[in-house]
């Protein structure tokens, strides 16, 4: 068993110190938000877990992490993903198992995958010989993930990637720290702290009532912070930032940045939350009208009929499913800004301040 490990910090007074969660490879979308935010050589980076895995560019992002921790104080709270990898180079594979690494980087995004490639090393090696190359040549990586903490705890903040499962972090029930790190649904397990819970693993989407939100989720009462935006995960998704300005203090906002192509608004659209909103694994639905670019469905468990992005349905074992979707539609006026997650010929599906949801009114080209 992996043991939790607990770094202690306290941020200095006035250096403003930024938390980034979920980065999951996506560079571009990590310097995007770091340039929007100014990010500056004074400033304090706390990552709170996840930097590979599953984006196009993860070796570069743990690289690029290593660099800068050595000229900039930098934090780096392990994520199941960083810890689930390294553990996939540092154990024995039995004879039966010697491709299981090589199917592995075949299907994933994954910066093993990554690595081989960099090596150049043949797409059948045995696991055994793959494990020796990649611990010869990326040492550095894999010490840098072995020696980043479970839980980074600071006087005002507990920054751990998926949950804590008592409020004393030394606690027996925190031991295993890949209870910690994969700590699904965190939001739904009966807890609340005296100081806040930075959190990261599981997009906050998903906790959102009423129109999907990507912008961090937080619960006051309880003191969790849950800031994962999706990025990598979600095609709405977005890399988000929890900013304090001041490291010594507990105010804090947001920031976030995405990819998606920004546009105007022409038309007035007046707001309606959604009455139906399902995410996985509630999300078996039934065909009613197919179409070209948008379908009418029925989600099997509740009965509601929507309209779905085609390309966001999926076939498994014979029955229709259908990844995040909502009828909301996003209150909008002619003129402003919105970003575009799919334009179809009947309506779009758009993005404002994290917010998602429908848009029937006409966008300007691109500008
Ligand atoms: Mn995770």
Same mark, same amino acid.
């Given at each position: 068993m992996l043991k939790t490990t607990v770094q202690k910090a306290s941020f200095p007074t006035g250096r403003r110190v930024i938390v980034i969660s979920d980065i999951h490879g996506a560079f571009a979308y990590l310097q995007g938000l770091l340039k929007k935010i100014h990010f500056s050589p004074e400033d304090i980076l706390v990552i709170n877990g996840d930097i590979i895995e599953r984006g196009p560019e993860n070796l570069r992002c743990l690289q690029w992490l290593m660099e800068l921790s050595k000229k900039q104080t930098v934090y780096t709270v392990c994520g199941n993903n960083d810890a689930y990898v390294r553990g996939l180079i540092y154990r024995e594979y039995p004879a039966e198992e010697q491709d299981i690494l090589n199917r592995y980087c075949t299907v994933r995004s994954s910066v093993l995958g990554e690595m081989r490639k960099q090596l150049g090393l043949p797409d059948d090696l045995p696991a055994s010989a793959f494990c020796k190359e990649l611990k010869a040549h990326f040492a550095a990586e894999f010490d840098f993930i072995a020696n980043m903490p479970t839980i980074l705890e600071t006087p005002n903040f507990t920054f751990v990637h998926g949950g804590l499962r008592d409020t004393d972090i030394f606690s027996e029930k925190n031991a295993c720290a890949f209870d910690l790190m994969k700590f699904d649904d965190f939001l739904a397990y009966p807890i609340s702290f005296s100081k806040p819970v930075v959190v990261g693993h599981w997009p906050s989407s998903l906790y959102s009532k009423g129109y999907f939100d990507c912008m961090p989720y937080v619960e006051p009462n309880r003191k969790i912070i849950s800031i994962d935006g999706g990025c990598m995960i979600k095609n709405m998704g977005q890399l988000n930032a929890m900013i304090l300005p001041d490291g010594s203090q507990s105010d804090y906002c947001f920031a976030s940045f995405d990819l998606l192509p920004v546009k105007q608004a022409l038309d007035d659209q007046? =707001?309606? $939350? %959604?009455?139906?909103?399902? *995410? /996985?694994?509630? *999300?078996?639905?039934?065909?009613? #009208?197919? &179409?070209? #670019?948008?379908? $009418?469905?029925?989600?099997?468990?509740? =009965?509601?009929?929507?309209?779905?992005?085609?390309?966001?349905? /999926?076939?498994? @074992? &014979?029955?229709?499913? *259908?990844?995040? !979707? !909502?009828? &909301?539609?996003? %209150?909008?006026?002619?003129? #402003?800004?919105?970003?575009?997650? *799919?334009?179809?010929?009947?309506?779009?599906?758009? @993005?404002?301040? =994290?917010k998602i949801g429908w848009y029937n009114g006409r966008l300007s080209e691109n500008k």
């Amino acid at each position: 068993m992996l043991k939790t490990t607990v770094q202690k910090a306290s941020f200095p007074t006035g250096r403003r110190v930024i938390v980034i969660s979920d980065i999951h490879g996506a560079f571009a979308y990590l310097q995007g938000l770091l340039k929007k935010i100014h990010f500056s050589p004074e400033d304090i980076l706390v990552i709170n877990g996840d930097i590979i895995e599953r984006g196009p560019e993860n070796l570069r992002c743990l690289q690029w992490l290593m660099e800068l921790s050595k000229k900039q104080t930098v934090y780096t709270v392990c994520g199941n993903n960083d810890a689930y990898v390294r553990g996939l180079i540092y154990r024995e594979y039995p004879a039966e198992e010697q491709d299981i690494l090589n199917r592995y980087c075949t299907v994933r995004s994954s910066v093993l995958g990554e690595m081989r490639k960099q090596l150049g090393l043949p797409d059948d090696l045995p696991a055994s010989a793959f494990c020796k190359e990649l611990k010869a040549h990326f040492a550095a990586e894999f010490d840098f993930i072995a020696n980043m903490p479970t839980i980074l705890e600071t006087p005002n903040f507990t920054f751990v990637h998926g949950g804590l499962r008592d409020t004393d972090i030394f606690s027996e029930k925190n031991a295993c720290a890949f209870d910690l790190m994969k700590f699904d649904d965190f939001l739904a397990y009966p807890i609340s702290f005296s100081k806040p819970v930075v959190v990261g693993h599981w997009p906050s989407s998903l906790y959102s009532k009423g129109y999907f939100d990507c912008m961090p989720y937080v619960e006051p009462n309880r003191k969790i912070i849950s800031i994962d935006g999706g990025c990598m995960i979600k095609n709405m998704g977005q890399l988000n930032a929890m900013i304090l300005p001041d490291g010594s203090q507990s105010d804090y906002c947001f920031a976030s940045f995405d990819l998606l192509p920004v546009k105007q608004a022409l038309d007035d659209q007046a =707001g309606r $939350l %959604p009455d139906i909103s399902f *995410c /996985w694994p509630d *999300c078996r639905v039934e065909m009613l #009208e197919d &179409g070209e #670019e948008i379908c $009418l469905v029925r989600h099997v468990s509740s =009965g509601k009929i929507l309209h779905v992005l085609k390309e966001d349905l /999926w076939e498994q @074992k &014979g029955q229709l499913f *259908c990844d995040d !979707s !909502s009828n &909301g539609y996003l %209150p909008v006026c002619a003129g #402003e800004s919105v970003s575009v997650i *799919c334009q179809t010929q009947r309506s779009s599906l758009i @993005k404002k301040n =994290g917010k998602i949801g429908w848009y029937n009114g006409r966008l300007s080209e691109n500008k």
